[in-house]
Nanobody
Framework: QVQLVESGGGSVQPGGSLRLSCAAS????????IGWWRQAPGKEREEVSC????????YYGHNMQGRFTISRGNAKNTVDLQVNSLRPEDTAVYYC???????????????WGQGTQVTVSS
């Protein structure tokens, strides 16, 4: 049973930074692709960034490259998302996803985490 647990969300002021972490357990191969998505109130879920665990190929969604950096975490099967220069429009629930066929940023991954709230306000 694959489980994804996000952590690291919180409330920050504009210009601040956060490091989100996705801990994946139950993965039965190295071919998963892990993704970070976000959903703001009243908006559709959008892709932020994704990485393939086997090849370390990364992908960033539209307008996401620059302030967002995806990377493998220190612990096995963790994927971090560093977010810098946070803006109020970054306020959203950030979700982690896992695709067991390694499809990067597939809109229909096999697994979703429960999400972690990020709130940016002064």
């Amino acid at each position: 049973q694959v489980q994804l647990v996000e952590s690291g969300g919180g409330s920050v002021q504009p210009g601040g930074s956060l490091r989100l972490s996705c801990a994946a357990s139950g993965l039965n191969s190295n071919y998963y692709a892990i993704g970070w998505w976000r959903q703001a109130p009243g908006k559709e879920r959008e892709e932020v960034s994704c990485i393939s665990l086997s090849e370390n190929i990364t992908y960033y969604g539209h307008n996401m490259q620059g302030r967002f950096t995806i990377s493998r975490g220190n612990a096995k099967n963790t994927v971090d998302l560093q977010v810098n220069s946070l803006r109020p429009e970054d306020t959203a629930v950030y979700y982690c996803s896992a695709d067991q066929e390694g499809r990067i940023c597939s809109p229909r991954p096999d697994y979703w985490g429960q999400g972690t709230q990020v709130t940016v306000s002064s």
